[in-house]
């Protein structure tokens, strides 16, 4: 079963306006991690979130995790056109594997 | 210290040709991830893989494809006798052990792979 996955599939907000995507998971897990794609590139990591926090900062980024209803949000504040990307969660199954999610595919109007 | 390398970058093969996929861990990673990403959707894994051993391929189709991680040199994925449908960018990430609690991933660039 997908372990991650996020809402909404697709976002278009216009450059400066704040974005907010959601993850939910199924299984326990004792991280959570979100990564960013650009069209037709890499992945890059952006955070790492621990089960035993609720909430971390990094920049313009703020992502919020919530064991009890085995879901994650990621906001990313003051959007810019170079935002523009595909978003996705990832947690860890046994042996390190990451189980992704289907991904937000974010667009940034400018 | 480099990252996670990968070649080709891109790779176009004709149907019922073989692929070979590189993968460099960074340096001191002993832990080398495979993951398939098709069109418009997210990363599944395949293989998972310590020097010389296959540690988990559970991600793996049953034919055509396998993977190797040999002492010396990098993490090789094979797939042979290509078929459109394994059109898809591959990606690789390495750990410097186990990945989990406390050790990322660090993902390469991937290989796109496009059959004709």
């Known amino acids: 079963s997908q372990q991650g996955e996020e809402d909404p599939q697709a976002l278009s907000i216009q450059e400066g306006e704040n974005a907010t995507m959601n993850c939910s998971y199924k299984?326990?897990?004792?991280?959570l991690q979100w990564y960013r794609q650009n069209s037709g590139r890499g992945l890059v990591h952006l955070i790492l979130i621990r089960s035993n926090e609720r909430e971390k900062h990094s920049g313009r980024l703020r992502v919020t995790l919530d064991t009890s209803k085995k879901s994650s949000s990621l906001l990313i504040t003051a959007s810019r056109a170079a935002d523009t990307a595909s978003y996705f969660c990832?947690?860890?199954?046994?042996?390190?594997?990451?189980?992704f999610g289907q991904g937000t595919e974010l667009s940034v109007k400018p | 210290n480099a990252g996670v390398m990968q070649n080709p970058r891109h790779l176009v093969r004709r149907r019922g040709q073989e692929a070979r996929l590189r993968c460099s861990p960074m340096?001191?990673?002993?832990?080398v991830y495979w993951y398939r990403q098709l069109p418009e959707e997210g990363l599944k894994f395949m293989v998972y893989l310590q020097k010389e051993n296959i540690i988990d391929e559970s991600g793996m189709p049953k034919e055509r494809f396998s993977a190797e991680f040999p002492k010396e040199g990098p993490s090789i994925l094979r797939i042979q006798q290509v078929v459109r449908g394994d059109s898809a960018a591959y990606f690789c990430a390495s750990s410097p052990s186990v990945a989990g609690n406390y050790n990322e991933q660090f993902f390469g660039p991937g290989t796109r792979l496009t059959v004709l």
């Open positions: 299984t326990s897990i004792n991280n």
């Open positions: 990832a947690t860890y199954s046994q042996g390190g594997k990451l189980i």
């Open positions: 340096k001191g990673h002993s832990h």
